[in-house]
């Protein structure tokens, strides 16, 4: 009997174990040094000043041209005077395409327009935003993390600037 109570309690605790873990995502490295802070994963920013997005996993803007999306490594001409440093970003999750849904997100964060009102990770103090490739120490944090703090698929000599335009401000 006490084979059996324990057998049981064993599949119970296993059970509840299981049930209990948590798949939690980090990309902060892959974010952009204008990006806002308070983040450990983002998919996506909406920018509401310009209407574009920001595709984090992929590295590119996604804006509209005419009645489609255009997905590139850098803005178009017309919106490169944008410092993206001052504008406000909305963090989107769990929508894989957000700009086919853009009249919701228009509607949503149309009033974001204008606000200045994030801190970038570039200008972040806490050494977790040190990842982003944008940040002024990361360079010291890429010394002090040979491995890339334990996480796998690191390339340092993948290590490129993604400030946005031209000048890179």
């Not at 939690?24 to 997005?53: E, F, K, M, R």
């Not at 935003?129 to 690191?154: L, T």
Request: some cysteine; glycine content about 8%.
């Amino acid at each position: 009997m006490k084979k059996l109570m324990f057998l049981f309690i064993a599949v119970i605790g296993f059970t509840v174990a299981g049930q209990a873990q948590v798949n939690i995502s980090i990309n902060i490295g892959a974010q952009p040094a204008w990006g806002p802070t308070g983040y450990d994963h983002v998919d996506y920013y909406y920018l509401p000043d310009i209407d574009c997005y920001y595709d984090v996993p992929n590295k590119v803007y996604v804006y509209p041209s005419g009645n489609s999306w255009i997905r590139a490594k850098q803005l178009p001409a017309k919106y490169r005077s944008v410092d993206l440093y001052n504008v406000h970003k909305v963090v989107i999750n769990g929508d894989n395409r957000p700009y086919q849904h853009a009249d919701k997100y228009r509607q949503e964060y149309g009033g974001f327009r204008g606000k200045h009102d994030q801190t970038p990770i570039r200008d972040s103090r806490e050494e977790k935003y040190f990842e982003s490739k944008g940040h002024p120490q990361h360079a010291q944090w890429v010394k002090d993390h040979p491995n890339n703090g334990g996480r796998k698929g690191y390339n340092k000599h993948n290590d490129r600037d993604d400030r946005p335009g031209p000048d890179r401000h």
